[in-house]
T-cell receptor, first 114, second 113 residues
Framework: EAQVTQNPRYLITVTGKKLTVTCSQNMNHEYMSWYRQDPGLGLRQIYYSMNVEVTDKGDVPEGYKVSRKEKRNFPLILESPSPNQTSLYFCASRQKADRSYEQYFGPGTRLTVT | KNQVEQSPQSLIILEGKNCTLQ??????????LRWYKQDTGRGPVSLTI?????NTKSNGRYTATLDADTKQSSLHITASQLSDSASYICVVSRRSNDYKLSFGAGTTVTVRA
């Protein structure tokens, strides 16, 4: 089944404790991105990747890191999480960067930083 | 200011009734517009996509319209079902090289029996 998977689905952590949220897609998509979703706001892009080893900042990159060493994986790293990073996170992928291609979203990771 | 504004923020309808959601955007130059359905606790799933030349697109009981001149789109849900309870998100892309999508905040629809 074609899908985007994320782990963990739920995470509660404390301020300053490094964490990684994994994202994997099995559709051989070139383009992958991370979003955060907060109440009353639309999804906001954190980082995106056009292909392996090619990443760039989105609209809200502060406090986050990413890497794209393999085509299928695009982990999101929070080196020193803070309470304002409490949010619902979505990974997404599409076949190519061109926005005419369908974008597929993962199931989401709900992160709480205390 | 968000370039994609959706209204209403939320609505409640009775099962079997119709409803219409609105999306106004300022994104320019326009490339395409999508409507997504997001069930609680799940990722968004695409319902329709429309380009500049299309002014209506249907997917089952969902019908989207687009007026690119006034920069408005609507999503009409016909004969609503309990499973239509979800958030509906309007997403607009600009004809540019930044590959980004502009997301509305969504309309939460609750269908009551």
């Amino acid at each position: 089944e074609a899908q985007v998977t994320q782990n963990p689905r739920y995470l509660i952590t404390v301020t300053g404790k490094k964490l990684t949220v994994t994202c994997s897609q099995n559709m051989n998509h070139e383009y992958m991105s991370w979003y955060r979703q907060d109440p009353g706001l639309g999804l906001r892009q954190i980082y995106y990747s056009m292909n392996v080893e090619v990443t760039d900042k989105g609209d809200v990159p502060e406090g986050y890191k990413v890497s794209r060493k393999e085509k299928r994986n695009f982990p999101l790293i929070l080196e020193s999480p803070s309470p304002n990073q409490t949010s619902l996170y979505f990974c997404a992928s599409r076949q190519k960067a061109d926005r005419s291609y369908e974008q597929y979203f993962g199931p989401g990771t709900r992160l709480t930083v205390t | 200011k968000n370039q994609v504004e959706q209204s209403p923020q939320s609505l409640i309808i009775l099962e079997g009734k119709n409803c219409t959601l609105q999306c106004n955007y300022t994104v320019s130059p326009f490339s395409n517009l999508r409507w997504y359905k997001q069930d609680t606790g799940r990722g968004p799933v695409s319902l329709t996509i429309m380009t500049f030349s299309e002014n209506t697109k249907s997917n089952g009981r969902y019908t989207a319209t687009l007026d690119a001149d006034t920069k408005q789109s609507s999503l009409h849900i016909t004969a609503s079902q309990l499973s239509d309870s979800a958030s509906y998100i309007c997403v607009v892309s600009r004809r540019s090289n930044d590959y980004k999508l502009s997301f509305g905040a969504g309309t939460t629809v609750t269908v009551r029996a």
